[in-house]
């Protein structure tokens, strides 16, 4: 594919930076973005990064950012923002969660944002669903289809404990293709391979060095194997099983 993908509003620390609560809105999406655009080419899509760091104010931003966007003929406009209102900085146990925002109701983006809100809420986010938007300048004016997704709620102490900024790339990513990402990165471990989340986060940072444009260098990453099948069905099949029991597997095709 070919995919157009931004994070909103100016950097933190400008005019026009987006909200802020107990994360900032701006650098949050600038971390999923980025993380975003690694992985999809490392699935060899072409990715262009259409992020605006110099807006003289909000309305420039938006300029700025949808004329990069419509220099690019694209299969999709993806906009990373973060949401904000749910006053709940303490935390009351309930996520706010996600929502994927789109143009119309019958557009090309709408079964990418459904299963982009669908892939966040895989994570534990409330899935708030798509909504129709025909108001956002993004979502007016770029010329691809479009969507911008609302990872979560940065004044929501409960969306902030489980928001992690590799795993809201991986839902998107896996929202947008329909594959898993092989992660670029140190989480790389897991994905790789079979393994317990919980376990792949830890065995990642010991064992792997992070591969990603943060410069460290690249290492072994240990897969962990439950079955090599002839025939890919075989192979879905048990897939499905271990997912079931929890465990996020993923099927590498090899020669
Ligand atoms: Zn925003």
Known sequence: MKINIHAGHNPDGKIACGAAGLIKESTEARLVKDEVIARLRQMGH?????????????????????????????????????????????????????????YRQS?????YAKQVCDAIAELGFKNRGVKINAGLYF?????????????????????????????????????????????????AAGAGGMSAPSESDKGASNDSKDQAATNQKASVVYRVQV????????AVAMQKKLKAAGFDAVIVKSA
């Not at 300029?63 to 709940?88: E, M, P, W």
């Not at 557009?107 to 079964?111: E, L, M, P, T």
């Open 139 to 187: 979502l007016r004016k770029t010329k691809a289809p479009a969507m911008l997704i609302e990872c979560c709620f940065v004044d929501d102490r409960d969306d902030v404990r489980l928001y992690n900024a590799k795993k809201m790339a991986e839902a998107i990513v896996y929202g947008i293709t329909g594959q898993r990402a092989l992660k670029p990165d140190s989480d």
């Open 107 to 111: 557009g090309k983006a709408n079964s």
């Open 46 to 102: 072409t990715v262009y990064d259409c992020t605006c760091d110099n807006g003289t104010d909000q309305a420039d931003v938006l300029q700025k950012i949808v004329s990069a966007c419509n220099a690019h003929t694209v299969d999709l406009d993806v906009s990373i923002h973060f949401n904000a209102g749910a006053k709940d900085l303490s935390g009351d146990g309930r996520i706010t969660g996600t929502e994927v925002l789109v």
């Open 227 to 234: 079955g090599a099948y002839a025939v890919r069905d075989n």
